[in-house]
């Protein structure tokens, strides 16, 4: 944050929140604490500190009315939903998406909703929890199952919602080890995300890596994100991008529908 000829750093925790700012010579001059909905419990300030505008999970806040700003929508803490509906239905097969006054799935400790249309996964924490479920799959021990977790900073007493993490979906960038050429997708879990990483490689007969680049629900909210990462990499080569991606997720005539 740059004001009055000074430069703030912002500081974050693994949901997103910023949690502290520092100045130029390293000095503390703002902390903040929230609860899991994002009501304010604590905002200690200095200086040009005062006039930072985001908060919770990275949202812009605004002060005069008291709620967070998320696009296409304003979130009220207080109430833990939405001030106005979302114009997307949601999922037919998934009854919480089709509240279009809820956030976050009502998952606020797992879930982040950063354009106000749908809810995806706080990556760091899903993580975690993946380590914990991979160790789990492995037959490793309650020990080991917590130790998987805690490399991810998160709590083993977060390991009873691992199955559920496992169970999303995952958007993930694929880059060639050699020339550097990126291709975008889905999967609509884990254990399909690991088998997916093996069939490329076996597929094209190339060594790559792979990112996740987010996490959400499988179904038309992965599709809309999906797309929504195609196009943020640059789209495919065929449209003139430079991605390796054949086509669109989701055709073009089609993106005000998916609010892409």
Not at 41 to 70: H, Q, R, V
């Amino acid at each position: 944050m740059k004001s009055k000829g000074q430069t703030l750093y912002y500081h974050y925790n693994p949901r997103g929140d910023v949690i502290a700012m520092t100045d130029q010579n390293r000095e503390v001059v703002a902390t903040y604490e929230y609860d899991s909905w994002g009501n304010v419990l604590k905002s200690d300030t200095k200086g040009i500190a005062a006039d930072n505008p985001f908060g919770y999970a990275g949202y812009m806040y605004d002060k005069e009315i008291g709620m967070y700003y998320l696009i296409a929508r304003y979130y009220n803490p207080d109430h833990g939903v939405f001030l106005s509906v979302d114009p997307d239905p949601g999922d037919e097969d998934d009854p919480v998406t089709m509240n279009g006054y809820t956030y976050a799935d009502n998952n606020p400790a797992m879930m982040t909703d950063p354009d106000g249309h749908a809810a995806w996964l706080v990556v760091n924490a899903g993580f975690a929890l993946y380590d914990g479920y991979g160790a789990y799959k492995s037959g490793k021990g309650a020990k080991g199952i917590a130790k998987a977790a805690a490399k991810g900073a998160i709590g083993g007493g977060k390991l009873k919602v691992a199955g559920k993490v496992a169970k999303t979906a995952a958007i993930y960038l694929r880059t060639n080890k050699a020339t550097g050429k990126q291709y975008v997708g889905r999967a609509k879990n884990m254990q399909r995300y690991e088998k997916r990483q093996k069939e490329h490689a076996k597929k094209n007969n190339a060594k790559y890596d792979f990112q996740i680049l987010l996490r959400t629900k499988p179904g038309r909210q992965a599709r809309r994100y999906e797309q929504k990462m195609i196009n943020k990499f640059g789209g495919p080569q065929k449209y003139g991008g430079k991605l390796e991606n054949a086509r669109h997720e989701i055709a073009k005539k089609k993106w005000k529908q998916y609010y892409v």
